[in-house]
């Protein structure tokens, strides 16, 4: 369970989605980037690589299209609901 200590720090998640949804561009920058290796290491268990990285870009670009709807203390939760939903997408797919 290394990956999981990877970049994950849900407390920070949430000041900097609400820094974000405030316009902080940075703030995005780097919620983008530290949700990433979370998200890359609960994928890569279901799918091979390259599917891994699609459902990762899919969910965080479903995360940029709701960034405005998302609440403080609910992101873990959503994204990996989201991932989640991607992951099942991605391997019926390739049925």
């Not at 200590?5 to 609400?18: G, H, M, R």
């Not at 919620?31 to 268990?45: D, F, N």
């Not at 599917?51 to 299209?65: C, D, K």
Request: glycine letters at 4%; charged letters at 25%.
């Amino acid at each position: 369970m290394k990956d999981e200590q990877l970049s994950f720090c849900p407390d920070s998640w949430d000041e900097l989605l609400l820094r974000a949804q405030a316009g902080d561009q940075e703030a995005l920058n780097t919620l983008m980037l530290e949700t990433r290796p979370w998200l890359y290491s609960i994928a890569s268990r279901k799918l091979p690589p390259e599917l891994a990285e699609e459902a990762v870009q899919n969910t965080q670009l479903i995360f940029l299209v709701n960034l405005h709807k998302l609440k403080p203390g609910n992101l873990k939760g959503w994204l990996y609901r989201v991932l989640h939903h991607e992951i099942l997408r991605l391997l019926k797919r390739e049925q």
